[in-house]
Structure formats: structure tokens, C-alpha cells
């Protein structure tokens, strides 16, 4: 069989016969969640990101898709020689040129993945690709043989597997395996399969394929499948499964990580687990939430503001005489045992900085002395400032990490009877900006004095504003989405930004300013190549 133990029957509770082994986790947040509709992440943001799933306890970092640009290269390189603990992959389809550079950008790895792939729907081949299906399977040898000449851990992937003939994805994995592919994987590309299709077939390559190599589930949430599937898929016999913090990723999203993690660690028993350090979830999902802008909403399992609030007197009174009459789960095995009051007015910069790095941060000497800045500010207007708070801080100091614009300062006035005026100072370089605007409110006020100061015009799509932490002192916390209104033929841009202040003027000014310097750095990202 496939030497990984098989799992018979399903996970539902019951401890599985001939169950061998953990499953291993493959993230890919900085890949498929960064492929998210106005994520762009800098350099900074991605090595956090990444610092934070080691500590987290995952298997494998996708890092990035190495062709899509020099900066894409950049950060891959900088995890690759960074972070030590997972596996550092980057993805590249079934070409020479993509394969090269996935390579040269993982190389610094402790230990380095390449991860290739092509498609083999009959729509993808026939309508994107223009390939036969033996061009097909001879790119995907082709590239497999060309990735196991750089390192000896490749992963191949069949994209569009679950609406591909199945007899043709057995033969092209056999081939790939041949080829030197140690780990394949099964991708639903699309969202379209249903649990039990989906284990059906994997269970089928699995047997067909007969070979000794890891299998591994890519699930995709368009109909709200993605965990089921990959479960599905997991009792069908993988042993590595593709997911995204928050369950980000292209259009509905990837299988979400926590879930998957939290779903097999309480309804298997132990006998499907992960390395993942599950107290380390609710802060990884409150950093790439800061980082990508994208908010986590109140109902979302596992790490939703509501995931464990009891709302029913019934359900409060239980929980009371025992925790576990309507929970699941312990928050506290998830890291939600509340915010620490970490530091207040007097703490100095010593103590700001070890409770930083304490948080798991690693911000430089120059960074520090700017996050502390805020800080003081921030300590002038909230008794108490909480681990939640400084992570906040942290994740705006490294957001603004080679932004074009930078805020100085914000004054704004107005009120029942008077015009909402709003005077911002940026910096730009070695240059300051200031601008003044008159708007409906005094948050329209400050984003127009930001769209005339940084000369980006762009149509405000969303605004969602909520507080970092309880209390009326709390920081609080706007996210954006901002679309752009160029015109002159350039491709429409969407990109996010958030912003945090005790003052929600600023907060939002703040949210804004991220977001269009978001979009500048994708206008300048769709003009790179690599060479
Ligand atoms: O969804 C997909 O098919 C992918 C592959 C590149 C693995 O993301
Ligand atoms: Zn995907």
C-alpha cells in the first residue's frame, strides 16, 4: 500500500484501525491566501507571517510563486534563508523557467521543496493550456525532472483534479512519480467536489498509483467544502493537507487551518494529528488578519470574536455550572484566554522591546524606536495596554514597511454646524506633503486631504470598523478596500488596508493611507518581470 497506513472507515469520534502517523501541514497563506483579491503583502509582512507558522508548528511554508516577480523572489529568498523549522517551498508550474527560479529562491532553505504543477481538466487543457493530454503529462515529467535535479523534495500537483478523468491523473502521477516526485497532490481547484466524491477519489488514485509517496489534499471553499473535503480526504489516506490561516485564498478561499487542526485534534482522538501548537492559533489568525487586512468575521469557527460567546441565558447558565454543556472546544487550547495587560504609561523602551519579542515579533532597531513612539502615544490615552494592543502596533509598524506615503500628522475639525475639515501631513521620501479637504464627515474629510496629498484616486468599495480589544479606551480598528479609478486602459486594482488608533478618525485615515499605498505597490508589481 502506500506505507502511510490507511485509514478505514471515517473520522467521526471514532479512533481509526491501522491509523499510522501525523498529517502534515502545508501552508500556504503566503501563496494561495496572498492570491486573495487586494492582498499584497511587503517583505517585512511575509517573514513575519512566516516566523509566526514555525512558531505555530506547521510542516511546510509555500512562500510564494517565485516567477510572479522580482519582489515575489525577494521574499521567498528572505523566508527561505530566515526561517528555520518547516519545509520552505515555492510553487512553479511545469516550466523550465518557473522551475529555475522557484529554485534559486528556496535555496537558502534548511530544508528546500519544490512544488510544480499543471492542469488536467479537459477545460483547462483544451481552453487555457492548448495542450494535449500528452503534452501534458510530458511538461508535468518534464518538470518534475527538472525540479528533482535542484532538490530532492518535489511536489507535483494535477491542478483541476476533481474534474479530470481520473484514469488520466493515475497515469500522470505514476509518471511524475517516476519522475522523482516525492509528494502528490490532489487539488479541487475549484471548490467543486463533495466529501464523500472526493474521498471516493482519492482512494482510487491511491490504489491505482500504488506507490510509496505522501498524499495530499488542496481543497478550495466554494461551496463551503473545503475542510469536509480535505477530512474527507484525509480518511481516504493523505497525509498532508494544504490549508490557509483564516482559510484565506483565491475566491471563497482554502481550507482553513485552524479547523482542519482543531477538527481532527478533537473528533479523532489522537489518531489524526498535527504538529501545530494549537495555543498559537488565535495569534497567528489575529496577525495575518492585521497584515492582510482581511477582518476574521464574528461567526468564523474556531477564531471568530463570537466562537465562543454564549449568547442564551440557557447556554450562559450551563457553561457556568460546566464549561463543556456548550463547548466543544477549550478557548484556552486555541490561545483565547483573553489579552494580558502586558505595559502601561511607565514602561520604557526596554520593556517594550522584550515584550515584543516575547510576542514573537522581530522588528528591527529602527522599527522598534517607531513602534515605541506609538506606543507612548497610545499609553497617553489607555491605562492598560495589552499583548493584543502591542501586536496591533507591531503588525502597523511592519504594514507600513517601504510604503511610498508616510502620515505625519492628521488635524481634523467640524461639527453639528460647522464643515468637517481635515489637514494631513505625509511623507514622501525626503519631501512633506500637506493637504487640506472638506467632506460629508470628518472621516471623508481626512481621506480626501489623503487622495489629494498622494495624488491616488480611488473609489472607497467597503469600510468596516471594530475595536482591537474591549473597554472605551480600546484601539480602534478600520479595515478598507479600496478600488482604483485610473482609467487610461490600466487594469482596475483592488487592495485592503487597515489602520488602528484610539481615535477612529485616525484609525480610518490610517486604513486608507495603507490601502493606497497598497495599491501603489501593485501597480508597480504588475510591471516587474523576471528575466
Ligand atoms: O488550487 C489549485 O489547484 C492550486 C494549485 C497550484 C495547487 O492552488
Ligand atoms: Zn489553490
Redesign the pocket.
Known amino acids: 500500500m502506500d506505507g502511510q497506513g490507511k485509514i478505514e472507515g471515517d473520522v467521526a469520534g471514532r479512533p481509526v484501525a491501522g491509523v499510522v502517523g501525523d498529517v502534515r501541514i502545508f501552508d500556504?497563506t503566503l501563496?494561495?491566501g496572498e492570491q486573495s483579491p487586494g492582498i499584497s503583502l511587503n517583505l517585512k509582512e511575509k517573514v513575519e507571517i512566516a516566523e509566526q507558522l514555525a512558531r505555530l508548528g506547521v510542516d511546510v511554508i509555500e512562500a510564494g510563486f517565485p516567477i510572479n516577480g522580482p519582489g515575489e523572489v525577494e521574499a521567498v529568498k528572505a523566508i527561505a534563508e530566515r526561517v528555520r523549522g518547516p519545509i520552505i517551498t515555492g510553487?512553479a508550474r511545469s516550466e523550465a523557467a518557473d522551475i529555475d527560479i522557484a529554485a534559486e529562491a528556496v535555496a537558502a532553505a534548511e530544508r528546500a521543496r519544490i512544488?510544480t504543477?499543471i492542469?488536467t481538466s479537459e477545460i483547462h487543457m483544451s481552453a487555457k493550456l492548448r495542450m494535449t493530454p500528452d503534452e501534458v503529462l510530458a511538461a508535468a515529467v518534464g518538470g518534475v525532472e527538472r525540479a528533482r535535479r535542484h532538490v530532492d523534495d518535489v511536489e507535483f500537483?494535477t491542478?483541476?483534479?476533481t474534474r479530470s478523468d481520473l484514469e488520466f491523473v493515475a497515469k500522470v502521477f505514476k509518471a511524475t512519480v517516476r519522475a522523482g516526485a516525492t509528494t502528490l497532490?490532489f487539488?479541487?481547484?475549484?471548490g467543486y467536489a463533495l466529501p464523500e466524491e472526493y474521498g471516493e477519489m482519492l482512494r482510487f488514485l491511491i490504489d491505482e498509483v500504488d506507490e510509496d509517496v505522501i498524499w495530499s489534499v488542496?481543497t478550495?471553499d466554494d461551496l463551503g467544502l473545503a475542510v469536509a473535503n480535505a477530512l474527507a480526504g484525509i480518511a481516504a489516506g493523505a497525509r498532508q493537507v494544504?490549508v490557509a490561516v483564516n482559510g484565506i485564498?483565491?475566491r471563497a478561499g482554502?481550507c482553513s487551518l485552524e479547523e482542519i487542526v482543531m477538527a481532527m485534534r478533537t473528533r479523532t482522538s489522537g489518531s489524526l494529528d498535527s504538529n501545530v501548537n494549537s495555543r498559537e492559533i488565535a495569534r497567528t489568525s489575529r496577525m495575518v488578519s492585521m497584515l492582510t487586512g482581511y477582518p476574521v468575521p464574528p461567526n468564523k469557527a474556531i477564531v471568530g470574536a463570537n466562537a465562543f460567546a454564549h449568547e442564551a441565558g440557557i447556554h450562559q447558565h450551563g457553561v457556568m455550572v460546566e464549561r463543556t454543556t456548550y463547548e466543544i472546544m477549550d478557548p484556552v487550547d486555541v490561545g483565547l484566554e483573553g489579552s494580558k495587560i502586558v505595559l502601561g504609561k511607565h514602561s520604557g523602551r526596554h520593556a517594550f522591546s522584550k515584550a515584543l519579542e516575547d510576542l514573537g515579533f522581530h522588528l528591527g532597531k529602527e522599527d522598534v524606536q517607531h513602534a515605541f513612539a506609538r506606543f507612548k502615544e497610545l499609553a497617553d490615552r489607555k491605562i492598560r495596554i495589552t499583548d493584543i494592543d502591542l501586536e496591533a502596533i507591531a503588525a502597523d509598524e511592519i504594514a507600513s514597511e517601504a510604503d511610498e506615503f508616510e502620515m505625519i500628522s492628521l488635524a481634523v475639525t467640524g461639527g453639528t454646524h460647522s464643515a468637517p475639515t481635515a489637514t494631513i501631513r505625509l511623507k514622501h521620501g525626503d519631501e512633506e506633503i500637506d493637504e487640506s479637504a472638506i467632506g460629508d464627515g470628518m472621516i471623508d474629510a481626512a481621506c480626501g486631504a489623503i487622495q489629494r496629498a498622494t495624488g491616488v484616486t480611488a473609489r472607497l468599495e467597503s469600510f468596516n470598523s471594530s475595536s482591537v480589544t474591549g473597554g472605551i479606551d480600546a484601539l480602534g480598528d478600520v479595515t478598507v478596500v479600496l478600488v482604483s479609478e485610473e482609467g487610461d486602459g490600466e487594469p482596475t486594482r483592488r487592495a485592503t488596508g487597515r489602520g488602528v488608533s484610539t481615535d477612529v478618525v485616525e484609525a480610518s485615515a490610517r486604513a486608507y493611507l495603507s490601502a493606497v499605498n497598497r495599491l501603489i505597490r501593485l501597480k508597480a508589481r504588475s510591471t516587474e518581470t523576471v528575466g
Do not use: I
Not at 487539488?187 to 475549484?190: E, G, Q
Open positions: 500556504t501563496r494561495d510553487l512544488h504543477f492542469a500537483s491542478e483541476d483534479g497532490n487539488p479541487d481547484t475549484v488542496h478550495h494544504e485564498g483565491e482554502n
